[in-house]
T-cell receptor, first 111, second 118 residues
C-alpha cells in the first residue's frame, strides 16, 4: 500500500518555509525523498533509516518517526530552485527493496 | 560515467504492436527497477530485479515482461500495446547491501521514455 503524502500542493514565496508529510500504514525500514522537476526524472534527495534520525540537503531537511510510521520533509527559507514535485518512497517490512512512492506534493516557489 | 541510460526517449505505438524499452546502468548497481508514471501521478512499480537472472513482479506487471541477463541491462518488453499503457516509463537502479535488510541507497533514475499508444 502506497504511503500518503500531504498536502497535495503548496505555494510559497521565496524565503518561506513548508513541511511535507508522508505516512504509512505499515512498519517502515526507511524513507526516501525525491524531487522531480517538470518533464525530468526524479532526483534523490536523502534517505532516512529507522531510529528517528534527521538529515539535511542544503536547506532541506527531514525527520523520521518510526513509531508513528511517518516522515516529514522541511523546506527552509525556500528558493526558486525548490519548485517541483516531492515524492516520498517507503520501504516496509514486506517490501524487500521495492520502494513504494506517494502521490507527490507539488511545490511552487514564487519570487 | 553515464548513470542510467534509457532509449528511446519518445515512441508512438499502434494498438497491438510490441516494443522493447532499453535500460542500461554503468554504476555496478545490483538492483534495477521499472516504474511507470501517469500524468500528475506518482510512480508505480512494474518489475524489479535484485541481480542478473533474478526478476520479480511489482504492483502493475500485466502486459509487460522483463529479463536481466547482465548486471548492466534491464530491458522492458511491451507485448500487444494498449492505450492504457500510455505513460512515461522510468528505469532506476540502486545498490543494496542485503536483500532482507530493507536498506537501499538512493535510486538513480534514467531520463524516461514517453510512450503513446494510439
Amino acid at each position: 500500500q502506497q504511503p500518503v503524502q500531504s498536502p497535495q500542493a503548496v505555494i510559497l514565496r521565496e524565503g518561506e518555509d513548508a513541511v511535507i508529510n508522508c505516512s504509512s500504514s505499515k512498519a517502515l525500514y526507511s524513507v526516501h525523498w525525491y524531487r522531480q522537476k517538470h518533464g525530468e526524472a526524479p532526483v534523490f534527495l536523502m534517505i532516512l533509516l529507522k531510529g528517528g534520525e534527521q538529515k539535511g540537503h542544503e536547506k532541506i531537511s527531514a525527520s523520521f518517526n518510526e513509531k508513528k510510521q511517518q516522515s516529514s520533509l522541511y523546506l527552509t527559507a525556500s528558493q526558486l530552485s525548490y519548485s517541483g514535485t516531492y515524492f516520498c518512497g517507503t520501504l516496509t517490512t514486506d517490501s524487500w527493496g521495492k520502494l513504494q512512492f506517494g502521490a507527490g506534493t507539488q511545490v511552487v516557489v514564487t519570487p | 560515467n553515464a548513470g542510467v541510460t534509457q532509449t528511446p526517449k519518445f515512441r508512438i505505438l499502434k494498438i497491438g504492436q510490441s516494443m522493447t524499452l532499453q535500460c542500461a546502468q554503468d554504476m555496478n548497481h545490483n538492483y534495477m527497477y521499472w516504474y511507470r508514471q501517469d500524468p500528475g501521478m506518482g510512480l508505480k512499480l512494474i518489475y524489479y530485479s535484485v541481480g542478473a537472472g533474478i526478476t520479480d513482479k511489482g504492483e502493475v506487471p500485466n502486459g509487460y515482461n522483463v529479463s536481466r541477463s547482465t548486471t548492466e541491462d534491464f530491458p522492458l518488453r511491451l507485448e500487444l500495446a494498449a492505450p492504457s499503457q500510455t505513460s512515461v516509463y522510468f528505469c532506476a537502479s540502486s545498490y543494496s547491501i542485503s536483500r532482507g535488510a530493507g536498506v537501499n541507497y538512493g535510486y538513480t533514475f534514467g531520463s524516461g521514455t514517453r510512450l503513446t499508444v494510439v
